[in-house]
C-alpha cells in the first residue's frame, strides 16, 4: 500500500544524496516500518521532482548500506529491510585485511570483549539461546574436524555468534558476528592443519557456566579460551598475509 509521506522540494546539491536523506528521515520517523514498500520509481521522481536516474542512485545506496531490499518482478520494488550489520562487517574486514589493524589488536580487544560478553549471557540467556548453545556445543562433538573442516570452522564461530546475540546487546551482537566472520576467513585462508586453536571443551565448559547462570565463571573460562587462542592467531598474521596478497602495515 503506498503512503503519502510529505517528502519536501530538494535543494538541486548532490540531488541524490538529498533523497537518500529524506527518504531516511521518512523511515526514521515511522511513516515506513521494515517490511513497507516505498513508492515506484516513478513516484519518488514525481514527489521529489528529480529525474529517475536520481531516485535509482539513491535507492542503490539504501540498499548497499542495508537500510532498503531490491526486489525484482512483478510484485518488486524497494522494501524497508532495516538497519544491519552488513556495512560495518565489511569495513572491519576490510581494515583486519588490509594490516590497518594487526591480529595482536584484535586479541587484545577480544580478552576484554569476550567475557563480558559470556558474562552477559550467563545473565540474560534466554530458553532459545540456551537450546541454540547446547546444540552447537553437540555438533562441535559430533563434526569431524578432518573430513568437515569448514563446518566445524564455521560451528565454532556459531558458537561465539550465539553468545554475543545471548548477550541481548545489540552492539556485542555485531561486533561479535563481525570478529567471527574475519577469524573464519583467517582459519580458511592459512588453512591449518592442526585440529582447533583452543582446547575442545573450552566452548562446552562456557555453555555451562551460562546454563548455571554463573556469570563470573563464564567470564573467567572465556578470558582463558581467547588468552590460549591469542599466541597462535598472532604467530599466523604473516601467513595471512602474505596469501590475502597484503603487506602488514609497519609498526603494526
Known amino acids: 500500500m503506498n503512503k503519502s509521506y ?3 522540494n530538494l535543494q538541486r546539491k548532490r540531488l541524490y544524496e538529498e533523497v537518500v536523506a529524506s527518504i531516511k528521515q521518512a523511515i526514521f520517523s515511522g511513516e515506513y516500518r521494515v517490511g513497507d514498500k516505498l513508492p515506484s520509481e516513478n513516484e519518488l521522481a514525481g514527489l ?8 535509482r542512485e539513491a535507492i542503490r545506496y539504501l540498499e548497499i548500506t542495508g537500510l532498503l531490499t531490491v526486489r525484482q518482478g512483478a510484485t518488486g520494488g524497494a522494501f524497508v529491510s532495516g538497519i544491519n550489520s552488513r556495512v560495518l562487517q565489511e569495513n572491519v574486514k576490510d581494515l583486519l585485511t588490509l594490516g590497518h589493524v594487526s591480529v595482536g589488536q584484535l586479541t587484545e580487544m577480544r580478552t576484554h570483549l ?4 559470556a558474562r552477559l ?10 537450546k541454540e548453545l547446547e546444540r552447537s556445543v553437540f555438533l562441535s562433538k559430533s563434526i569431524n574436524s578432518e573430513t568437515g573442516f569448514l563446518d566445524h570452522v564455521e560451528n565454532n564461530a556459531r558458537f561465539h555468534r550465539l553468545l554475543g546475540h545471548a548477550s541481548h546487546n545489540l552492539f556485542y551482537a555485531i561486533i561479535e558476528d563481525v570478529i567471527m ?12 592443519e592442526y585440529e582447533v586453536l583452543h582446547d575442545p571443551d573450552d566452548h562446552e565448559d562456557i555453555f555451562q557456566a551460562v546454563l ?12 582463558k ?15 595471512f598475509l602474505e596469501l590475502s596478497g597484503q603487506k602488514a602495515v609497519a609498526g603494526l
Do not use: C
Open 121 to 130: 549471557a550467563a545473565l540474560r540467556a534466554e530458553a532459545e539461546d540456551l
Open 181 to 192: 566472520d574475519f577469524t573464519v576467513k583467517f582459519i580458511q585462508t592459512v588453512q591449518l
Open 6 to 8: 510529505n517528502f519536501k
Open 114 to 117: 569476550d567475557p563480558e560478553i
Open 225 to 239: 579460551h581467547i588468552e590460549k587462542i591469542g599466541p597462535q592467531m598472532r604467530a599466523l598474521e604473516e601467513v
Open 48 to 55: 521529489f521532482h528529480v529525474s529517475r536516474p536520481v531516485v
Open 212 to 223: 548455571d547462570r554463573d556469570s563470573d565463571r563464564a567470564a573467567a573460562i572465556t578470558r
